[in-house]
Each structure stands twice: as C-alpha cells, then as structure tokens.
C-alpha cells in the first residue's frame, strides 16, 4: 500500500470557466505548497479534498489517501485534517472538550483525559482544560486547534492560509510548531498561502497557480 | 478525460441517490413545510369563492349564482365599511414607515436611537389586542390621560362627551395599528441596515455637505427599503383586514369589512355566510389593489426621489425633521408602556371614580374573581403556542439544514411564498376554511386551531431564525467533520449549541405570534377553544376594565416571558462562554 496524498488529474471548475487542474503526489512528511492570488481556487481545492466542494463548482479526478480512493466518500469518514487561518475553536467547549470532540473515540475516561492532558503538555498548555477557547490568546487558540487536529488521527493534513490571522513573531513559532508536529506523525500536508516566507519555510515543492482565462 | 469525466458524475449521481435513501425524510421538508403553510390559505381560498358564488350544500344552496353579491352591494354600510378598511390600513402603513424611516435617517447609529430600539424589542412582541386596550384606557374621555390633567387643566369633572375610542374615522384604530408596526418596520430595517453599509454612506454625504436626515435618505433609504419592501406590505395587507384592533378600537356602526364578515360568520343563520364569504372576496380585492396602488406609488416616489437626488439639494429643515421623527418615535414607545401600566392599574383597582389619578385603593379580588378563568384560558393557550412553535421550529430548522446539505438555493421568489399567508388577508381565507370544515364534516376544535396557527407562525419563526442560521461560519461544519463527525453530529454537537440565542428567540417569536393569533383561534376553534386572546377581545363589548386588565396583563406576560426566556437561558447556559456573550 502506497502511503501519501495522491491527487490524480484534479480539475476544478465555477461553471463553464476552468479554475485549476492538478496532479501531484504528496509523500509522507512532505509538504506541498501551492500559492497564486485570490480566486485562483486554492481553498476550493481543499474543499475538494475535505469533500465540502459548494454545489457552484464541478470537479473531476481522484483523490487517493494512503491507498484508498477517497474521491466520494463522506467528509466525515475521509480522515483528512484541516486548518484555517481561523483557531474555529467551537465557542461552547472548553479547551479540554475541544480536544475531546476531536479525539478518535474509544479507551475509558481516564485514558481520554489523559491523552487530552499529554496534548496540551506538548505544546505548552499543560492544565488548560476548562479553560473557555474565547480567553486563549491568539498563539494559544492555534496551538489548541492544531492539537485537536491531530488527535482525530488524520491521515493527511491541510492547511488554508493557517497563519495570516497571527502577528509576526508568533507567526513564525506556530509554523515550525505545526511542520514538526506534522513531520513527526509522518503526514503528507498540503498547504495553500499567499505567502513566501510560509511557502520557503514548509520547505517542500510549491506550485503557483495563474489565474485562467 | 472525458470518459473520467462522465465516470464521476455517474459516481456522484449514485451517491446521491444513495444518500436520498437513507435520509428520506430531510430533503422532502421544504415541500412539506410549504404545503403546511401554503395548502390552508388555497383551500380557504377555494372555500371562499364557493360560498360567495352561492354554493353551499350545507345550506342546501348550489349555484354559481351572483346573489351573494347583490345581496353584499345591497347593505347599505358597504361603501363605508369598504373605505374604512382602506383608509386605515393605507393611512397606518404610511405613518408607521414614515416615522420609522425618519427617525431612521435621523437617528440612527446615535446613543439615543440605540435606547429606543432597546425599548422597542420586547414592545414587538406585545399582543396587539393588549396594546390597543391599554391605548383606549389612556385616550378615552375616561381614560388615564384625561384623569390626570382633570381637573386642574381641563375643568372637567365628568368624562366630557366625545368620541375618541371607536371614532366614526377609525383615527384611533389607526393609532393603535401604528403603535405597533412601527416597533415591526423598525427592527426590520435595523437588520436590513446591517447589510447596507449604511454609516458609511451618511458620512460621505455629509461630507458632502448634505444634512443628516437628507443625506441618509438620499444614499441608504433606497437600499433599506428594497430589503424591507415584503414586511411593508405585510403591514400593509394586515392593517387592511385586521380584526382584534378593530373590534376594539375600530368604529362600530358600521364596522370596518373584515369586522362585518366576521359577524356574518358568526350569525345563526347559515345564509349569512355566502354573504360573509362574498365580503370576503371583496376584502381581497380590496388588498390586491391597496397593494397595487402602493406599488404604483413605490414607482412615482422613486421617480421624483431621483429628481430629488438629481436636484443636489442638501436639506434645510433636517434637524427639524429628525425632532418630530424622535418626538413620534417617543410617543409611540409611551404609548404601548403607559398602556400596560393603565391596565396592570385597572387589574388591582378598587373604585376608582372620574377625575380621580389614582383608585381609591388597591384590590385582589379583580384577579380572585377573573383570575381562575383567565389561568384556565391561559393554559389553553400556552398549550397550542407550544405545540405550534415547537412544532414550527423543527420544521424550519430542518428546512434550513436541508438547504445546507443539499446546497439549495434560495431565490427572492421563494422568500415571498414566505409572505404569502401573511399578504393574503385573514378575512379572505379563514372563513373559507371554516365552511370547507364544516362540509367534510370535520371537527372544528384545538387540533385545527393548531393547523391554522401554523400558517402565521411558520413565516415569522423562519425570518427570524433564517438570518442567524446562514451565517453559521460553513468552516466550522467543516472542521467538525474533518475531525469525524456525521452531518447530524455537526448539527446537534455543534451547530444548535452554537446557535441557542437565536434558536430560543426564533422560538419566543413564535410563542408570541400563536399567543397573539385572534381571528384563526375564534373562526377555526368555532367558538369552543378559548384563549387569553379571544377571551380578551370578547370583553371588549362589555367594558368591564378590571377584567379587560386582567386579561390584558395575563395575555401580555404570555407573549413576553419566553423572549425573557431565550435571554436569560442563553447567559447562563454559556456564563463562562465569552465566545457567545455576544449582544
């Protein structure tokens, strides 16, 4: 079985107008960029991929994770992770069910809670369980929603412009943060930005989409 | 390529049919939702026209004939029951969308018009019944107002002899009728300002050198009212035809048509109903050409609007306008709560003789000797506001999720099918449904009356919830499902608890509008389901006051608490939840 993210002759198109069309491989631990101005479709390939394309787009090709065509399956069974430049932290959770909603089900309480407790001791937020998501600081949210990520066990990452929202400094500590996570769990990330620093740092291919016409 | 192509789709068209089959049920609710709101207005339509074409094998009358007509043109209070029923309805739209306009232009975005529309909202769910009492307690030659400037300033100590309840010109009717849209029209607009960027525009008009109010309506007037043009005609049609308000502050001799047909209805005689129901048609053509006329007049306002815009005038009298917009404003607001404050003094007066301010003294035996009856009352009616609004509310919720998951769109088309029972007059139709009851032979009772408070709740409650549940961030929804959860798992975990604040005030929006309900409730019940609404309005006739405040209070707390409600559950529910601490 072939791990990875494999797009296979990936057409996108609003209507009549063609928007994109990709084919690309993405290994284990690899990175994937693919940058180009607004309305070139890049969030619209995600949505692609997460299975939540609007009914105003058409699309063709295949989509396979690790082996398996996930091209039709439903959003919740493809085990494709998202981020977005938004922390999207459900605002009537704490931090702790946060994660919880994330995590695989099965295992007791007890198990849970400790895996929950390990996640936010990895990146830094040891204790922060009931805490309410609105009183985090922005570094904070986007720490916590890339640990809920990744306690649903993805198999894939994407990554939609997930750090414009954050200021410079704090930028650059939660990008490395998130390629080391990613790169520790061996996942293919595929990640859309207008960005160049983004783009040098996730170190991988990059594509630059133009705009067609 | 294109093999692939066709491939996909078919794979996609498979899906889909797959997924129809699991979920019967979701993508069949809009249709379903539409048929409960639309099928009872067509039937009372059909049921309408037959009556007042002479067919009425209940009576054992067949036709077509034209005498239910004749017979309509031959009584004698027609031309003015007729006029009546125009001139209030068009009178009451003007002045309420005038003065919500002006204060609008004038106001808007300043401290003063942020206090008045924080007193307006629970003003809108007063009933409308309850508003007019305690408007005719305060302005009545014996009423609140005329008692506190007597004797001092009047000389008066008896209540002088005029007409001010129940004037032949329906003025007081119309007063009534205003108090209450103009709450209605204001918080529509509020919302439809939102979305028009409207500071933005004002402040480049006055930069400009244009006054406020002429400025606003100059460059957001047009854009507000584009998005406020339905519920302007709601008003319009319902101020035509409405029946409570005219009972209770409406001129009696003869009354305005609807009031008319209702009596009709009411008679023994089952031949009164062909001409009920031809009254009935004449009530809607009535309306269709009040509306078509304020369509025509949309068209001459806009044309000499754009002259005006053309014209660059800046506006001179602009603070002047913006004051009496305000004072009118005020008023109205006053209005409406010095009316509840007259009949919650009137609940627990002993004797209270003329020029006399205040009672005597202060009593419980008004609540001890109404109150058992109007809390049997109340059980009634909050027994079918619930099962309505909660019935009402899961048929829009999952007709907003079906449109989420199946990527409907909504046209501007559909949006007015919404409207539709509220545009079609009561008159016209509920009549038609009553008759078309009895001739299948169908009980008339609680279950009925449920039906047909559907109908009128259905349009408020999906307005109310339609805005909040779209703008639910699709992101979230996915993420959610990114992290494995099934759509009904995105919606019960994520979405309803995120939404609660408007769920619960969509809910108290349609608790209020079934409460409210008097003319579905008095024809469909046949008189047997008695409400704290039909109760209410029955006394009217009588003028007892200390039960018309029993009543009144009782009827008003049943239309406010549950917005007390979706206020208060909501702050506690998420107290350490600064995320949806909004508002």
Redesign the interface.
Known sequence: MNKGLFLR?VEISNGAQPLLTLSHDIAPGQVLTIMGPSGVGKSTLL?YI???L??DFAA??RIVLDGHDI??A?????????L?Q?D?????L?VGANLA??L??GGTREDRQEKIAEALAEVDLAGFEDR????LSGGQKARVALM??LL?E?CALLLDEPFSRLDTALRAQVRDLVFARAKARSLPVLMVTHDAEDARAAGGKVITLEVQS | MIGQHVTVLRNKRDLGTLIHMRRPVLPLLPALTLLLMLGPVAAGIWGTLLPAFGHLPAAGLTGPSLEPFRALFDWPGLPRAALLSVTTGIGATVVSLAVVTLLLAGWSGTRQFRVLERLLSPLLSVPHAAAAFGLAFLIAPSGWIARLLSPVMTGWDRPPDILIVQDPLGLTMMAGLIIKEIPFLILISIAALGQAQAQNSVTIAQALGYGRVTGWLKTVFPRVYAQIRPPVYVVLAYSMSVVDVAVILGPSTPPTLSVQIVKWMSDPDLSMRLLAAAGAIMQLALVVGALAFWRAGEIAVAHFGRRWVASGARGKCDPIIAQVALFSGGASVLAVLFGLVVLAIWSVAGYWSFPDAFPDGFTSRNWTRHGPSAFAALGETAFIAIVVAISVLVLTIGCLEAEYRHGLRVTQRAVWLLYLPLLVPQTAFLPGLQTLMLGIGAEVGRIPVMLAHLVFVLPYVFLSLSDPFRAWDARTGTVAAALGASPDGVLWRVRLPMLLRPILTALAVGLAVSVGQYLPTLLIGGGRVATLTTEAVALASGGDRRAIGVYGLMQTGAALLPFAMALLIPTLVWRNRKGLRHE
């Open positions: 002759n949505a997460t299975g939540t609007s009914a063709s090709g091209t039709h439903p959003a919740h069974k493809r085990h494709v992770g998202i977005f938004d999207l932290l459900f605002p009537h704490s909603f994330g695989a089900p309410d998501p609105a009183t809920r990520m649903s993805p």
